[in-house]
C-alpha cells in the first residue's frame, strides 16, 4: 500500500485590479449578469461569464424552480447556453461569481461538483484547459488554469471505452 498526493495550483489575488484587463472585463460580465438571477428559494445569486476564442462572452446565471433539482446553476446555463449558439468554438475562460439576499459573501465561490464534471466536459470537446476566476461580494479572487485543479480523478471519456 502506497501512500500517493495530488498537487493543485492555484492563485489567489487580494483584488480585482490584479487581474489582467479582459479578467476584470470577464468577472464584471458575471457580476452583472448576478443580478438578474432568479433565486427566490435559496436568495442566493450567481453569475458566470465565458470567454470564448472568437472573443464573444457569454452570460448565465442560476434559474430555480419550485420543485428544486430541476433548476439549474449558473456555470451550466451559460456553459450549455455557449455550447448551443457557438458549437466548436473552445471556451477559454469562465468567471463566476455570487451575491446573497441574506449576507455578504466575502469568500470566492466554489463550484458545485456537477458544473465542476460539465467545465470537464468542455475542456475534452476542445482539448483545451479553461481558466477558472471565482470571486465572492468581496474578498480574495481565486483562480485555477484547468478543472483537473478542481476536480481530481475525474470520469473521463477513456473509461467508457475500457474493456
Ligand atoms: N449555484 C450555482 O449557480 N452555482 C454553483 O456552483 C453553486 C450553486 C446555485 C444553485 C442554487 O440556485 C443556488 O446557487 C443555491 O444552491
Known sequence: MNKKEIKIDYWEYDTEQELS???????KQARIITDSAYAPYSQFHVGAALLLKNGKIV???????????????AERVAIYAAGAHYPEVPIEAIAVTCKSKTFH??????????????????????????????????????VVKSISDLLPFMFKAEELKKS
Do not use: D, W
Open 21 to 27: 484587463a479582459q479578467e476584470q472585463e470577464l468577472l
Open 59 to 73: 452570460t448565465g446565471n442560476n434559474q430555480e424552480n419550485v420543485a428544486y433539482p430541476s433548476g439549474l446553476c
Open 105 to 142: 459573501v466575502n469568500e470566492p465561490l466554489s463550484p458545485c461538483g456537477a458544473c465542476r464534471q460539465a467545465i470537464a466536459e468542455y475542456e475534452m470537446r476542445y482539448k483545451t484547459n479553461i481558466k477558472i476566476i471565482l470571486a465572492g461580494e468581496t474578498g480574495k479572487i481565486r
